[in-house]
């Protein structure tokens, strides 16, 4: 079970099923729910090729539209589309990298809520605001055709005498 | 026309024109000289730099140096081993270290087997990004009895680390340990004292470490802080996890989660403390429940004096403490009360945070344990705004030893900016021809010293994953050095 988690690099589309045992049954699954969404839909024997509508704003400033297959998260929709968006954790809920920010509250509000395990790691993201998610956790749906993402800016947050401010 | 010489241009000084696609520039050593950048330290600062710099610089050549035999930093040797998730970013470092660009010297130290100096002379880059290896002390009486370690110690022990392996910690004579610290290193140590070893034997955890706790009689653990809980600084998953901990009951003093005006601002102004405040309360509503032979109880208020020998004169047989109480505001200072208490036990974890440390030509401030630096360009002095050029730090170096490993992605972004600014002022000029890895290679075989490549720790890695999968585990460290030498020298078969 482990070897495949730990073994050489692999693709993004892995299923993570390898984290469902955690030893104190404490987390949730931390499977992509994209992927589990897409098998169901394979598995009912047909595919699901709607798309929306989804833009994202680099850290730049630069704007790129792609295309998104509704129950796709949008981190995997960013790494199949050139978008720098890191996602060190792989979409298991253990970083905060992949933190973007929803330009539009309406969107913000048609997403279904964060569990705590996404609110624990929100907490740690970098420039958090309050319509911030995970891009792990964010899946694509017909109502969100339109939504825009930005990537938090990189601003120069770390003060000369190597101080930390606290994060919000 | 006039768009694509400068592109030519800048593309022969080795710069990317900004704002302009590949295909104008070729960026390739045909007109760009290549700009050789050595990263000492292989963690998550390293390999953040190094995999930012690849990106900008298609003519960057990254040596990364790291004096263990394997790479990754504390993600290998700090996360805990029942946290296996956090360690899914070995694979971007990995693929980093896969480019054709990057190279990895493993078993190479700063100052023994290369000096500060002589990378200078030998790469255009150098960036420093070795981390914090030693510890805030208390500077208590009682500090240096046997039984008191600090939790770096303690962790290095659990995960394996070569340096950590002959730690003398005994677990089957103690009852009772306190925990002085309340930050997610001290949840670390509590818990993996706490957590049932047949949970923890199906992870990576070190075997002699988990053939100890097997046999460890601890079953009460403190975990002490001089400010309450509304200044905890834990964060909100990790607690969450040690408070819903299986067959552990969790002990605070309701009287400790009284808040004070200035704390209802405090938590007002920040979402993490709130949120683990919450977490705080909620626990304390908890009745005790049958089945719960272990106790963890957080004791908020009270400062470390010193650390009681028992009548041997040299095993720590309890701590001594002094109440404390917050006062004044904006800020509030922390004062003694003139109140003590003891809390008797066999075995003190210190929690007080890392420290790193100097080497030989390296401007560094001992007060902070950290280099002084100006968005990542390392300055001469403390006093003067001048930078030492073409030198940098990264990670914990630079900034102290706090955050997560994510943090180190923001931070390898500003020390990456200030590399870019200065190739593009030609502070640091790639034109200006140095060895970088031939010269590296050079001044270690002179000293006869041998390095692992990346392809050696992969070797060392299957080695490690083929040994844990026989105990259903998903690695078993290989702790000696010369074994992992051994096998991480080894030379492949033709």
Same mark, same amino acid.
């Given at each position: 079970?482990?070897?495949? @988690?730990?073994? =050489? ?12 045992? =955690?030893?104190?049954? =404490? ?6 729910? @994209? ?41 995997? @929709? ?45 907490d740690l993201?970098?420039g958090l605001?309050e ?24 601003t120069?947050n770390f003060a000369v005498d190597g101080h930390v401010p606290k994060p919000h | ?53 690849? &990106? ?6 990254? %040596?990364?140096?790291?004096?263990? #035999?394997?790479?990754?930093? $504390?993600?290998? *040797? ?29 078993? !190479? ?6 000096? $500060? ?48 392996? %002959? ?14 610290g309340q930050g +997610? ?15 923890? /034997?199906?992870? %990576? ?20 802080g001089r400010r309450g809980p509304v200044q905890a600084a834990c964060t909100a ?8 901990? &299986?067959?552990?009951?969790? !002990?605070?003093?309701?009287a400790d989660l009284q808040t004070t005006d200035c704390d209802l601002e405090e938590l007002q102004s920040s979402r993490i403390h709130k949120r683990v405040f919450d977490?705080f309360c ?18 908020f208020f009270r400062a470390?004096? *010193? ?15 002094q109440k404390t109480r917050l006062e004044g505001s904006h800020p509030r200072k922390l004062v003694g009360t003139g ?11 210190? *929690?007080i945070g ?13 007060k902070k344990?950290? !280099? ?27 900034r102290g030893?706090t955050g ?17 600014? %200065? ?5 640091? *000029?790639?034109?200006?021809?140095? #060895? ?5 290679? /050079? ?17 060392? +890695? ?8 026989? &105990?259903?585990? #998903? ?20």
């Amino acid at each position: 079970m482990w070897r495949r @988690a730990f073994g =050489q690099a692999h693709g993004f589309r892995r299923v993570r099923r390898d984290w469902i045992s =955690q030893p104190d049954g =404490q987390r949730s699954s931390a499977i992509s729910t @994209a992927v589990l969404m897409r098998s169901k839909a394979e598995a009912n024997g047909k595919e699901d090729k709607e798309t929306i509508e989804v833009t994202f704003i680099t850290k730049e400033g630069d704007r790129k539209t792609i295309r998104v297959p509704v129950g796709m998260s949008m981190l995997e @929709a960013a790494h199949e589309n050139d978008i720098e968006l890191e996602g060190a954790c792989e979409g298991s809920l253990a970083c905060s990298t992949c933190h973007v920010i929803v330009k539009d509250e309406k969107f913000y509000r048609m997403l279904k809520e964060p569990s705590d395990e996404e609110n624990d790691m929100l907490d740690l993201a970098f420039g958090l605001t309050e319509t911030s998610r995970l891009g792990c956790q964010v899946i694509a749906k017909p109502e969100l055709n339109g939504m825009e993402l930005a990537l938090p800016a990189a601003t120069r947050n770390f003060a000369v005498d190597g101080h930390v401010p606290k994060p919000h | 026309m006039k768009v694509l010489a400068m592109a030519r241009r800048a593309s022969r000084l080795g710069l990317r024109f900004p704002g302009r696609s590949r295909d104008l520039c070729t960026g390739s050593d045909d007109f760009g000289m290549p700009l050789h950048v050595c990263v000492v330290g292989s963690g998550p600062a390293g390999f953040y730099v190094a995999k930012k710099l690849l &990106k900008r610089f298609d003519f960057a050549r990254v %040596d990364i140096l790291e004096r263990l #035999p394997a790479p990754f930093g $504390l993600v290998r *040797s700090g996360v805990a081993p029942d946290h296996p998730e956090t360690k899914v970013v070995i694979n971007q470092f990995s693929r980093t270290a896969e480019d054709e660009r990057c190279r990895f010297f493993g078993n !190479v130290c700063l100052g023994t087997d290369v000096s $500060l100096e002589e990378l200078r002379k030998n790469y255009h880059v150098v960036v420093l990004a070795y981390g914090a290896e030693s510890d805030h002390r208390l500077g208590i009486p009682g500090e240096d009895l046997e039984g008191v370690f600090s939790a770096r110690q303690f962790v290095w022990w659990y995960n394996g680390h070569p340096d950590g392996k %002959d730690l003398p910690i005994n677990l089957n004579d103690v009852e009772t340990a306190v925990v002085l610290g309340q930050g +997610n290193v001290a949840l670390d140590v509590a818990r993996i004292l706490l957590r049932s070893p047949s949970e923890l /034997s199906s992870t %990576d955890i070190a075997e002699h470490a988990v053939k100890a706790l097997r046999t460890s009689r601890i079953r009460k653990v403190y975990v002490v802080g001089r400010r309450g809980p509304v200044q905890a600084a834990c964060t909100a998953k990790e607690l969450r996890e040690i408070l819903g901990l &299986k067959g552990v009951e969790i !002990v605070i003093n309701e009287a400790d989660l009284q808040t004070t005006d200035c704390d209802l601002e405090e938590l007002q102004s920040s979402r993490i403390h709130k949120r683990v405040f919450d977490l705080f309360c909620k626990s304390a509503t908890f009745t005790k429940c049958a089945g719960r032979d272990k106790q963890l109880q957080f004791v908020f208020f009270r400062a470390p004096v *010193s650390l009681l020998a028992a009548e041997d004169g040299i095993h720590v047989r309890g701590v001594h403490l002094q109440k404390t109480r917050l006062e004044g505001s904006h800020p509030r200072k922390l004062v003694g009360t003139g109140e003590f208490e003891e809390l008797d036990c066999g075995l003190v974890l210190k *929690s007080i945070g890392y420290k790193s440390l100097p080497v030989p030509d390296l401007p560094f401030d001992h007060k902070k344990g950290v !280099v002084p630096n100006y968005f990542g360009r390392v300055r001469s002095s403390d006093a003067t705004n001048e930078t030492e050029r073409g030198l940098y730090v990264a990670g914990w170096l630079k900034r102290g030893p706090t955050g997560i490993i994510g943090t180190n992605e923001v931070c390898a972004q500003e020390v990456v900016t200030s590399i870019e600014e %200065d190739v593009n002022r030609a502070v640091v *000029s790639n034109l200006k021809e140095v #060895p970088g890895s031939v010269g590296l290679e /050079s001044i270690l075989s002179e000293k006869n010293k041998r390095y692992i490549t990346f392809e050696g720790w992969e070797r060392l +890695n299957e080695t490690e994953m083929e040994k844990g999968a026989v &105990k259903g585990k #998903p690695r078993e460290k290989i702790v000696g050095i010369d074994e992992a030498l051994a096998i991480g020298l080894a030379k492949e078969k033709e």
